[in-house]
Nanobody
Framework: QVQLVESGGGLVQTGGSLKLSCAAS????????MGWFRQAPGKEREFVAA????????YYADSVKGRFTISRDNAKNTVYLQMNNLKTEDTAVYYC????????????????WGQGTQVTVSS
């Protein structure tokens, strides 16, 4: 069992930045690929980014590539999402998740989820 707690969300203006954190406890954090997803009102939860266990590989949705950066600190059992040049369409609840198996882009392939943190980007 892995418990995940996100933080760092808030209200920011277009073009601003936020850094989300996700603190993990429980089973060995370093053994999991970690992902970030988001869900806007009335929309399905969508993939944002993922990072391999040793940070060698990162994966991004096209919509955030070049603006968002995922990272992790295994010593702190924490994964981060640095979000720059935010746009109104980035407004959503952001979730971190621990991957189980299969494609990193599918919500169904993640075993554990946090409760989410709200990000609101105003124009």
């Amino acid at each position: 069992q892995v418990q995940l707690v996100e933080s760092g969300g808030g209200l920011v203006q277009t073009g601003g930045s936020l850094k989300l954190s996700c603190a993990a406890s429980g089973r060995t954090f370093s053994g999991y690929v970690m992902g970030w997803f988001r869900q806007a009102p009335g929309k399905e939860r969508e993939f944002v980014a993922a990072i391999s266990q040793n940070s060698v590989y990162t994966y991004y949705a096209d919509s955030v590539k070049g603006r968002f950066t995922i990272s992790r600190d295994n010593a702190k059992n924490t994964v981060y999402l640095q979000m720059n040049n935010l746009k109104t369409e980035d407004t959503a609840v952001y979730y971190c998740a621990a991957h189980r198996s299969g494609s990193y882009y599918s919500t169904g392939n993640y075993a554990y989820w946090g409760q989410g943190t709200q990000v609101t980007v105003s124009s």
